[in-house]
């Protein structure tokens, strides 16, 4: 029965891309493309390799959001985002270090470009520019359709990287719901989105370290589509979140495993793995929420990367007992590797753990402590008492105390008392 499910995808997935074909050939015939335009993703990278991404479109016109759009206004603007027009099998050049290197786009209007450079990258930057081209199709009315790729490659004052879940951990959109996840992605705008109230002030500190001058990157991963891409751009800018975020999305389409959701789960550890493989002398934090996959996930990491992984803060949004089980095995990964595990439904217990490790400023601790209080006045969830820790005096003694029950007993009180848990060796070695 598998193989015939297989087999019938394979030839509904045939058939979309010939549909597709044919309707490009009819809308090239009938004087299309009119105006296009490239939208650059920001991207990664390092010494050695450069990550391009990106998709052509048609241009739809859309602006940015509001504070004072009605709500048929955003509506418009996500129905030119949902039925945006790929232009497939465009050519592009980029230019870079004096070549000139070619990309094309698949069916969905999609390019993806890894360039290594030819020599050492310029000293001290943190961002590197490569200046994109359409080559073809062309539309001779519009003149020349450029536009910039940003790579974000870490500096001299990088000392880690922050990987972060988008859905329910910066921003509430009931991504444990499917209905509530398409309701929260495709209604509303960046100013009607609200983010977690500490999340803006942690990832501030983070981004700049326990000096307020390093340049660490911070990287998101969403359920939602590329089609927003713009969407959660302006609003981790809005809300002062990243001045020029890193945003991973998934691509909504057909594909030979099913009519997609493209599956999260292996964009989010595909995507950790090369960023840990990238950049080898680096260490990670990961964030992400109890109420979809990423305890699973931040598990498999911690176990194929042993010792890369500073820390990982997880936001307790879910109170389902089948999602305890993913956060067991979580705990017991962290505490065998020697790293640490923030279970808080806030994000104070968070900051107080990077300051005590001297990953960000201690004064930042206040500031999110304060953006905490808007969140208790509204009714929201809040930690009210001091952690619970669970732990032992090293890493196998934690480990030990985990798979002794300890983790469930902390459990069990800290959501009787709204307390923050809290996985960490007495003794740990210490961060790089």
Known sequence: ???????????????????????????????????????????????????????????????????????????????????????????????????????STDDLGYFDLWIRPDGPLAPGRSWVEVPLELVAPLNRRQG???????????????????VSDMDDTVVRTGATSVLS???????????????????????????????????????????SPWNLYDLFQQFLQLHEIDERPVVFLRRWGLTEEGLTLADVKGLKYTLISQMLELHAGLPFILVGD???????????????????????????????????????????????????????ADSVEMARHAARNGWIDPSAVSAVAGERAVERESGGRVDERPARHVGGPDAAGTEAAVRAGALDRELEEAEREHAPVVVEAEHRDSPR
Request: aromatic share 6%; charged share 25%.
């Open 144 to 162: 020349p359709v450029r536009a910039t790729a940003q790579v974000r490659v870490p500096g001299p004052r990088t000392r880690f990287v922050v």
């Open 290 to 344: 109890s109420g979809q996959k990423d305890p699973e996930i931040y598990r498999e990491v911690i176990r194929a990367y042993p010792g890369r992984v500073l820390a990982v803060y997880v936001r307790n949004v879910s109170r389902d007992p089948a999602r305890a089980e993913g956060v067991r095995a979580l705990a017991r990964e962290v505490a065998a590797q020697g790293s640490t595990l923030i279970l808080a």
């Open 181 to 223: 996840l398409l309701r929260e992605s495709f209604t509303g705008n960046a100013y009607t989105r609200v983010p977690f109230p500490g999340v803006a002030a942690l990832y501030r500190a983070l981004r700049a370290g326990a000096g307020g001058d390093e340049e660490n990157p911070l990287l998101f991963v969403s359920r």
């Open 1 to 103: 029965m598998a193989r015939v499910r297989s087999l019938a995808r394979r030839i509904t997935l045939r058939a979309a891309a010939a549909a597709r074909a044919v309707r490009n050939r009819a809308y090239l015939s009938l004087g299309g493309p009119g105006s296009m335009e490239i939208v650059a993703y920001r991207g990664y990278g390092g010494e050695d390799r450069l990550h391009v991404k990106g998709r052509v479109l048609a241009d739809k016109g859309i602006r940015p959001g509001r504070a004072d759009d009605r709500l048929w206004h955003d509506l418009r603007n996500m129905r030119k985002r949902v039925l945006s027009r790929p232009i497939p099998h465009a050519r592009l050049v980029a230019t870079f270090q004096g070549r000139r290197l070619e990309a």
